[in-house]
């Protein structure tokens, strides 16, 4: 069939068969897929429109040649013959293969042939009908990819994970790793409500359903579970509201976290032990008619870095102490500072009498011992003469305290960072009434950042910061020793023991 232009047939369009022929020249001309037509030897004798687009050949082009000039790889003479041959034999014939166009670019071809025959039987030639189906082809192999992806990762990830019907809340798919953790095989686990493992009330695992429905996610939690045997076990819970094919499944994700709360529990002991450790090596606090002495050690967790002394010399009626901050908090600082507690012990017990800038000066010799090159200390020394009215200090790196009402300045480089560093005594009257705190920077940063400095006094911080520490909103270790000279002479019986 010779493709014509202008439609014109002459006389014969006339005639009904003429009619039906240009009918159907018209719709295998206008038809999406390429339409080849060969000679019974092979031979192109027809392209459609289609096929010409789909090649990028036109049948000037290739007409007289075999169709395999369309392959992607050239066939040799053997091959040739032996496709065309396979084609007679079979009659009709449906195969997909990889062609090549004109300009280069590749497609795959799903080709149906079939013989082509008169009304007598005689061949006439071959009919290919060529779709391009290499879009299909590239989405089929996106899902099978998908498909491989979704199914390593069911089987082969160390979480449980369920895909749960949101209707009954029974799995429909279950992964090896939710068989092993929860005791429930399939088909057994098909029947299990998953909700029901967890050791709730009916009434929450039910908010937590609806939750999940309307967020549509859910973050991680940590919940008892109980597996079919009887072991009580602890998982991180996470679940995911997903859609397929306009059916919603919830994923429930599990992850074992059973050992992690045991080790956890144990090291809560641990440092437990290790918070009564540290509040035992802290001094007690010295009792005398001169002074009343209010403190506050609030760790940022279980064990600070922060560490205070207090020492009362009814002789001389003064109050010697320290208030020292080792870098960070936790459990490292709180070794540190142990270590340095000693130390303070054998300063504060030197038989020759030291200024406290010369007590900060010895520690800081000494203190290089206890820290590494990441580390270093503040502190502040202080002497407080009760017969004198007079309060003398000197400071390593905690930068302000409270007198009264008023905000004191301490300048002074950090113990542990230069040890010919040479630190100053200052002096201020400290008379009946006074009250002097001494501060960490766990709550002088608070101070500053709240804008508090001048609206609040030194009596006020311990029951203040007593209160953040109670609600959880201290972000570091808070120490303070507030005293107050309450203007009496006291006797030799009256100090702690």
């Known amino acids: 069939m010779k493709r014509r232009k202008g439609g014109d047939y002459g006389a014969d369009c006339c005639s009904e068969r003429y009619a039906l022929l240009y009918e159907l020249s018209s719709i295998v001309e206008q038809a999406t897929n390429g339409i080849i037509r060969t000679d019974p030897d ?75 025959r008169n009304d007598a039987g005689d061949l006439l030639g071959y009919v290919e009908f060529h779709q391009d189906i290499s879009e299909r082809k590239k989405i089929e192999q996106e899902l099978r990819e998908r498909e491989e992806l979704y199914h390593a990762l069911m089987m082969q990830s160390h979480d449980a994970i369920a895909l749960l019907d949101t209707e009954t809340l029974n799995p429909v798919e279950v992964n090896p790793r939710f068989e092993e953790l929860t005791g429930y095989r399939r088909p057994a686990a098909a029947m299990l409500e998953v909700l029901d493992l967890f050791d709730d009330s009916r009434e929450n695992k039910l908010k937590y ?43 429930i994700n599990l992850r074992d976290i059973t050992e992690e709360m045991i080790r956890r ?17 802290l001094s007690e606090v010295p009792q005398a008619a001169e002074f009343a002495i209010e403190t506050l050690f609030a760790p940022a967790g279980f064990v600070s870095g922060d560490l205070y002394h207090l020492e009362w010399y009814e002789p001389i009626r003064t109050l010697r102490g320290y208030l020292l901050d080792i870098t960070g908090h936790g459990l490292a600082s709180a070794l540190q500072t142990a270590a340095v507690n000693v130390l303070l012990h054998e300063v504060m017990d030197l038989p020759e009498k030291l ?52 905000r004191i300045s301490t300048p002074g480089l950090f113990l542990g960072i230069d040890r010919k560093e040479r630190y100053e005594t200052s002096y201020l009257p400290f008379a009946a009434g006074d009250t002097v705190c001494f501060m960490t920077d766990g709550i002088t940063d608070v101070l500053t950042s709240e804008e508090r400095w001048g609206k609040v006094t030194a009596r006020d911080i311990c029951g203040r910061f007593r209160g953040k520490r109670q609600a959880n909103r ?14 009496r002479r006291g006797h030799a019986n009256d100090h702690g023991e």
């Open 42 to 116: 092979f031979n192109i004798t027809y392209m459609n429109r289609a096929a010409e687009e789909l090649t990028g050949y036109t049948l000037a082009e290739v007409g007289g040649r075999k169709p395999d000039i369309f392959g992607a790889r050239l066939l040799n003479e053997e091959e040739s013959r032996q496709r065309y041959e396979s084609i007679r034999q079979a009659g009709r014939t449906e195969w997909e293969f990889v062609n090549r166009r004109k300009t280069g670019g590749e497609y795959i071809v799903k080709a149906a042939i079939f013989p082509l």
């Open 209 to 251: 359903f609806q939750r999940l429905m309307r967020d549509g996610m859910l973050p991680s939690t940590v919940r008892p579970l109980r597996a079919r045997d009887g072991r009580r076990l602890y998982v991180e819970r996470a679940a995911t509201l997903v859609k397929v094919a306009e059916r919603s499944y919830l994923l």
């Open 265 to 281: 529990r144990e090291m809560e002991q641990e440092l437990a032990l290790a918070t009564q450790v540290q509040q035992a090596l």
């Open 355 to 406: 200024s406290v800038s010369g007590q900060l000066e010895w520690l800081n010799q000494r203190i290089f011992r206890y820290i590494d090159e990441t580390s270093f200390a503040a502190a502040i020394a202080f002497e407080i003469d009760f017969t004198r009215g007079r309060l003398c200090y000197a400071s390593a790196g905690i930068t302000d305290f409270l007198l009264n009402w008023e």
């Open 474 to 487: 201290l972000k570091d270790d808070a120490t303070a020793l507030c005293i107050t000279a309450t203007g």
